[in-house]
């Protein structure tokens, strides 16, 4: 049982490090008076994209983007699996924003299969 237990944790861990994330300042640019730029922190919540989220609140941003409302910073991680591919030159992947899923066609709309070598997450 306590191997399965293990296989379960790096799995998770696996998953969560290969993910890419960013994070972008919470709150209002200002300057001060030597002319620094500087952020007033929202207290209550994050705006993102013209809207409100409350502290703790997560949401999927536009960019299918798994973001998160904190005190000080909002961070943004990708929510769907990228493929490597076989044929770069022939085919590509597009975000389908509407299902926030990877799609892969051949460039030239031809109907031929595109090669997946691998997804990553």
């Known amino acids: 049982m306590a ?4 296989i379960l944790v790096a799995v998770t861990m696996i998953s969560l490090c290969s993910a890419q ?13 030597h002319k620094h730029a500087i952020y007033a922190t929202q ?10 989220h409350d502290l703790g609140h997560e949401w999927i941003s536009n960019d299918c983007l798994k973001c998160t409302c904190h005190m000080d910073h909002i961070s943004c991680c990708s929510n ?3 493929p490597i591919l076989a044929d770069t030159k022939n085919c590509e ?13 051949p460039k030239d709309n031809s109907g031929r299969i595109c090669k997946i070598e691998s997804w990553v997450a």
């Open 3 to 6: 191997y399965l237990l293990r």
């Open 21 to 33: 994330c960013m994070m972008e300042q919470n709150g209002n640019l200002g300057y001060n008076n």
């Open 43 to 52: 207290q209550d919540g994050c705006f993102k994209d013209g809207v409100f």
């Open 80 to 82: 769907y699996a990228k």
């Open 93 to 105: 992947a597009v975000l389908n924003k509407d299902t926030c899923k990877m799609e892969v066609k």
